[in-house]
């Protein structure tokens, strides 16, 4: 698919495009909430090589340290909840391309 036909689709399907990327972004914003308070839990618990590395990477370390220990669960939740809308909105934004 070249530029110009992605650029008619999401010309042609405004009503899907912009509110999956709304509903994207969402779920960027609290993947990195997430990442940052599982940072703060970790520095919290002397968890310094999980903490340190959180601060910069966020749900790229973050998730795997609220995924391992029990106290990070609300940080686990805000990064679920994230990936979650991610999901949903690449899902749409694939069901529109291959309808089209």
């Not at 912009?18 to 520095?43: D, E, H, K, N, S």
């Not at 994230?82 to 749409?92: E, N, R």
């Amino acid at each position: 698919m070249s530029e110009k036909e992605f650029l008619e689709i999401f010309l042609a399907n405004p009503w899907l495009f912009i509110p999956a990327f709304v509903v994207f972004v969402a779920g960027v914003t609290l993947c990195w909430f997430g990442g940052i308070a599982a940072a703060l839990t970790a520095l919290g618990n002397k968890r310094w090589a999980w903490g340190i590395p959180s601060i910069v990477l966020g749900p790229i370390t973050g998730l795997p340290y609220a995924l391992i220990y029990k106290e990070a669960e609300y940080p686990k939740s805000l990064m679920l909840k994230g990936l979650g809308l991610m999901l949903i909105a690449v899902i749409a934004v694939g069901v529109a391309l291959l309808v089209r």
